[in-house]
């Protein structure tokens, strides 16, 4: 499960926003928080990328490239990841088939390595494709890549809260089958952003599926 939360920066961040505030001139940083958060709560460095997301794309990159000798868990990284996160790759990615039992990568493996997506979406689609559904499929790995949501505007209008209602509901099947159907819907509006108004939904969210 992936989420883009709102956390709190560091030290160093802090004080390099700070020096901005005088670099061409003087100038004044203004910190909407006390300083006993910055002294008491503020991590003193940002944690790495590669420490804080999964790691299974990077690993089956890694196992795409066919390098002799190497061994995952103890790769050199710049900023070594924990052996956990490691393994929890690795273990992800047996799981959709894109290496076998003994850590080597699978002709679906490399397939999936070609695709610039997660090697979950990119399992899914390989999978959509032979089983006929990869417009479908397509439309949701979009979906998710552009991190659609069902949260409401601020619209306080109430014909917009009932036609809202009116949207699909997935048929059962979830929120990706849900989602799949209320853009199939905006399809047959020919994309017009009226009717994301209309139905109380992000306008500028469901334009970025479309440009993906």
């Known amino acids: 499960m992936y989420s883009l939360d709102v956390v709190e920066i560091s ?9 901005r505030a005088g670099r061409t001139r ?40 066919n390098l002799p ?6 790769f050199d990284f710049l900023d070594p990841p924990s052996r ?14 894109a290496i076998d039992e003994s850590g080597q990568i ?3 493996g490399r397939l999936m390595a070609e695709l610039p997506l997660d090697p979950s979406l990119s399992r899914t689609l390989i999978e959509a494709n032979e089983l006929g559904c990869l417009s479908q499929a397509l439309t949701v790995a979009a979906v998710l890549s552009a991190e659609i949501t069902l949260r409401q505007t601020r619209n306080k209008d109430m014909e917009g ?15 990706h089958v849900q989602l ?11 994309y ?8 109380d939904l992000q306008v500028n969210e469901n334009k970025t599926v479309i440009q993906i």
């Open 161 to 175: 809260k009932r036609k809202r209602q009116e949207l699909s509901d997935g048929s059962g099947w979830g929120d």
């Open 84 to 97: 956990e996160s490691l393994e929890d790759a690795l273990r992800q990615l047996y799981l959709i088939d």
């Open 26 to 65: 003087p100038g004044k940083c203004y910190r909407l928080y006390p300083s006993s958060i910055y002294q008491k709560e503020f991590l003193e460095a940002t944690i790495p990328e590669i420490q804080r997301t999964s790691l299974a794309g990077s690993v089956l990159y890694l196992k795409s490239l």
């Open 106 to 108: 699978t002709d679906v």
């Open 180 to 190: 799949l159907q209320i853009f199939e819907s905006w399809d047959q509006a020919d």
């Open 11 to 19: 030290r160093v961040q802090a004080d390099q926003r700070a020096g």
């Open 192 to 199: 017009d952003p009226r009717w994301c108004s209309e139905h």
């Open 69 to 74: 000798d190497i061994d995952i868990l103890k």
